[in-house]
């Protein structure tokens, strides 16, 4: 166990590496003049020289590339216009929104956490229940309400739903205030109303995706020899369902959810764009069209870093699911 | 050298047979999984309805000129006397009329219809092409990592990690405009077909992954079973182990991913486009239109019902079709 988990994180940690030197290569090592996008709109060449001094940019790349990790681990100092010292996980200073990067992301990460969390609690009980219940009852009206609901919903786009619901309870009924978000700390309730139509928007689409997978995935489990051992031997049907076949079925599905729930955290880009809120999606992706290098890079790292862990939590949860996998 | 029985019938599966299995005939006659797979799916109404309706997708998006020159309409036409004042169409439900079957583009008044069909062109080509692409590397990766195992596998798998962990959207968003300015200058046009090999090319990039997964699994509990052995004892090859041995055996999941895959990049192809990269104007793309349409969703429903239901229906025949053939060419299915 002890091992197994060594040996997990050390590969974690080396992927994490290789996703930072390739978007190091990728971002800082574009053709394209990585400064001019950075520099506030008075921008005059000797103010460009001074960024470009500051940020370090003529130095070779795996210099750059060195800095920007140590800074990461222990701290370094930047530039008196970068807000001077800048303390451990220290990624760097954006000239484009005028505050370290760091700062940056404790403010959009909470946002993007307060989106995805509820949803895919949603989307999971609403998607696994669904496609247990469906299994179960085979062939029934449900069934086929089931998978039609399914299907539909895994062919519609986010966009596109989320326009919709947006039309119609925030425009024309207006039940649902304007999306936006308050911390949950500040306003629970403010909180849920303004992240509602979000929730509701992803759960729909994931849900319909994991109704489907978990059918499939209960039918197959249904039909293997030790459920119609267990039902022979006397055991309650509730039982053999609830322990026996749920158990074995929900594993493939804990592979695709951790995956998703992973990187749905490094951000939901269509949901914060199409609701107007401004999570780590929305930043990443304004970054991008600034040119915005610091901050590009931390939210391409804080990304990877989710969906790595997400990976490591569902090895894990394998163990705890299913006792034939032996961490190893 | 066919030692494999296995292999006689994944060829026929992947030539589906030309005669018409009849199921009711009497007797027992010898049939290849192929063969059976393909009854199945012929008895299954579900898929014969979404099958016809995508061949006339395609037939609609290939004949796209022809149907220009019938329709009187082409794509970039505009009908700029036919919008009021506002830029909005005139007459009822988007503009419809005999001419314009369904409706016109607020503002720059294009016939809605054409541009569907052409649009859809340029869709179902970049979602075919990258599937192909996704699946050919898929497979080669999942082959060669499950079959020769150890370190090979570890770097392979390795490999797949980095990139499940590469956020897809923000990289997509980094490099299109990036790899256009960098051929052509920034007052340059990039052609349409130079976007088209970019959007493509980052397809492949990401995608290939979830098919090197799957097969990767299938080859490793494929690869201790008696007609690998068989192979290797008389002294077949690399090359004929992986291709002529394994690959037909692996049929079957190939294909559901593949019809799964396609979808999946028109849905792709259209979250690109609501992000603005994609594909540029003049050039018809469904899912440009998708997203510009949007707006309108209050002041011309009819400009946004139009394609979001026609991509509905196209994803959803999709989708069907995949798990249609995932039922018929599972041997352990009951229907």
Partial sequence: MTRFLVRRLLTAVLTLFAVSVLSFLMFFGLPRDPVSGMCPKNCNAERLERVREELGLRDPLPEQYANYMKGIVTGRDLGSSQGGRCDAPCLGYSYVNSEAVTDTLTRVVPVTLSIVIPAAVLWLVLGVGLGMISALRRGTLLDRLAIGFSLAGASMQLYFVGAVLLLIFTYNLRITPTPSYTSIFDNPVKWASGLVLAWICLAFLFSAIYARLSRAQMLETLSEDFVRTARAKGVVKRKVYGRHALRAAITPIVTIAGLDVGSALGGTVITETTFGIQGLGRTAVDAVRAGDLPTIMATVLISAVFIVVANIVVDLLYAAIDPRVRLR | MSLSPVEGAARAEMEPAADPVKPDEQGIVGRSPGQLAWARLRRDRTAMVSGVVLVLFVVLALAAPLIAKLY????????????????????????????????????????????????????????????????????????????????????????????????????????????????????????????????????????????????????????????????????????????????????????????????????????????????????????????????????????????????????????????????????????
């Fill in chain 2, 72 to 335: 009187g309409v082409g794509p970039n036409e505009q009908f700029q006397q036919l919008l009021d004042g506002n830029g909005m169409p005139l007459g009822y439900v988007g503009g419809i009329t005999g001419d314009h079957w369904f409706g016109l583009e607020p503002r720059l008044g294009r016939d809605i219809f054409i541009r569907m069909i052409y649009g859809m062109r340029t869709s179902l080509f970049i979602a075919f092409a990258a599937a192909l692409v996704t699946t050919a590397i898929g497979v080669a990766a999942g082959i060669l990592a499950g079959f020769l195992g150890g370190i090979v596998d570890t770097v392979i798998s390795w490999i797949t990690d980095v990139a499940l962990a590469l956020p897809f959207l923000i990289f997509a968003l980094a490099v299109v405009p990036t790899v256009g300015l960098r051929f052509y200058g920034p007052r340059e046009e990039v052609p349409p077909a130079f976007q088209v090999i970019v959007l493509i090319g980052i397809f492949a990039a990401f995608g290939w992954t979830s098919t090197a997964r799957l097969v990767r699994g299938q080859v490793i509990s494929l690869r201790e079973r008696e007609f690998v052995e068989a192979a290797r004892a008389s002294g077949a090859g690399l090359g004929h182990m992986l291709f002529r041995q394994l690959l037909p055996n692996l049929w079957a999941p190939i294909l559901v991913a593949f019809s799964l895959a396609v979808p999946s990049y028109i849905t792709g192809e259209a979250a690109l486009s609501f992000l603005g990269i994609g594909i540029l104007e003049p050039t018809a793309d469904f899912g440009r239109m998708i997203f510009q349409s949007i707006p309108y969703l209050q002041t011309d429903p009819a400009y946004v019902f139009f394609p979001g239901v026609t991509i509905f229906i196209l994803v959803l025949a999709f989708n069907l079709l995949g798990d249609a053939l995932r039922d018929a060419l599972d041997p352990k299915s009951s229907r």
